[in-house]
């Protein structure tokens, strides 16, 4: 089993500010999201029922799941409405142009 | 004395099941509706009734002589009840 | 997905969901399994897991507060009543779910 590893992903200018862009660093689903300029992570996986975030409203650093609207703070992870309640998310660097997700060891 | 008891209950509200069966166990006649069983057409109606008299989504709503109680409260309904003194 | 492993797969997403929270599915285990197969059906009918509970509007923003577990919606009513509005969920020190009264929010 291994530890935590940094897996490289896309360019850091395909991510525009206030867009995110969904990647799979091997083979986990992440949303590479940039608000005001700063990057993160985040699974892209909702903590209600698992629906993919992708395709939801990204607005002030909130993104709202498609499926049934709860909303997630993208810095944190965190349910708006029970931050007990979260989402994963993902160390980032940027080397050479690339953004490395840090994925938890197996 | 006789008291005017109204439920407004959802098939699959199983506290609903409950106040009914209470109702009945009681004695008390009760009218009731399931408003998702009306037809499509008549649903929003009477939900609308629900939801006013209620303020809110929540059933049962039972209406006993004119005062409204929300959920499955034998303690409430009693206490409304002429014939027990309500 | 048949209906009786969409039940079994609803009851484990929504375990999940509710432990953070400090609740737990009902011990009542014939309430807990009319309630899941009420939901089944309505996400069957009308696309989620509605509450079988609380009434939709056709409102989408409304809509949304009620889809199950909709606990994070009406948190301060739910713990004041140490059970979500059906009783499908109880706060996890609840072993006699019978004993729990059902009263709105403003009656706390
Ligand atoms: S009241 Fe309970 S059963 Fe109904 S949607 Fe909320 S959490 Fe689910
Ligand atoms: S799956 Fe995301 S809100 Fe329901």
Known sequence: MSGPQWVPTIDDSKVRDGAYVPVYPKGVGVLLVRTDGELSAIANKCAHMACPLEGGLLHGGIITCPCHDWRFDVRSGALLDAPELSIDTFATKVEDGKILVELKGA | ?86 | MGSAERKESLRYLFARVVDPLGYKLTPDEELADFLLEQEVKLEQDHGAPFCPCQGRTRKRAEDMLIVCPCIPFHREHFDAMKRCWCGLFVHKDVSDPDSLPQFPPDEG
């Open chain 2, 1 to 86: 004395m006789t008291d005017e008891v109204f439920i407004y209950a959802l098939s699959t509200c199983p506290w609903c099941r409950r106040t009914k069966q209470w109702f009945t166990d009681s004695g008390i006649a009760f009218d009731s509706v399931d408003v998702d069983s009306l037809p499509v057409a008549e649903q929003d109606e009477a939900a609308e009734k629900a939801y006013k008299l209620s303020g809110g989504r929540r059933f049962p709503v039972v209406v006993i002589n004119g005062e409204v109680i929300v959920g499955h409260n034998p303690d409430k309904f009693l206490e409304h009840l002429k014939g027990w003194g309500g």
